[in-house]
């Protein structure tokens, strides 16, 4: 916990994409195979991961939360629901919250 915790931080967390390559770490993948899966999946390379100017825009265009909320984009459990939808995982406070709603 401990490493992915150092190595998650070290992506800068929701700064950048350090919150989105530990979601999945924490599925069994190792950790640059997480890397390319997320810069695949959001269509960027690897190396943009870390940036914290290229994240912003990214996470801004996609609407999956950014560590500053601004008007009108997504945050809390609305970003987590665009997160497993864009990398296609299921998220238990997403799966947890669509169920106590009904859906």
């Known amino acids: 916990m401990a490493i992915m915790h150092e190595t998650s931080a070290g992506l800068g967390g929701v700064r950048t994409s350090g919150d989105l390559v530990a979601r999945m770490v924490f599925r069994g993948m ?6 390319k899966y997320v810069a695949d999946k959001l269509g960027c390379e690897v190396e943009d991961l870390s940036d914290e100017v ?8 996609l609407d999956i939360g950014h560590i500053i909320i601004t008007p009108r984009s997504s945050y809390g459990i609305a970003a987590k629901i665009k997160i497993s939808q864009l990398l296609d995982i299921k998220i238990p406070s997403v799966e947890l919250f669509k169920k106590n709603i009904g859906i």
């Open 30 to 35: 190792k950790l640059n195979e997480a890397k």
């Open 54 to 61: 290229k994240m912003k825009e990214i996470r801004e265009s």
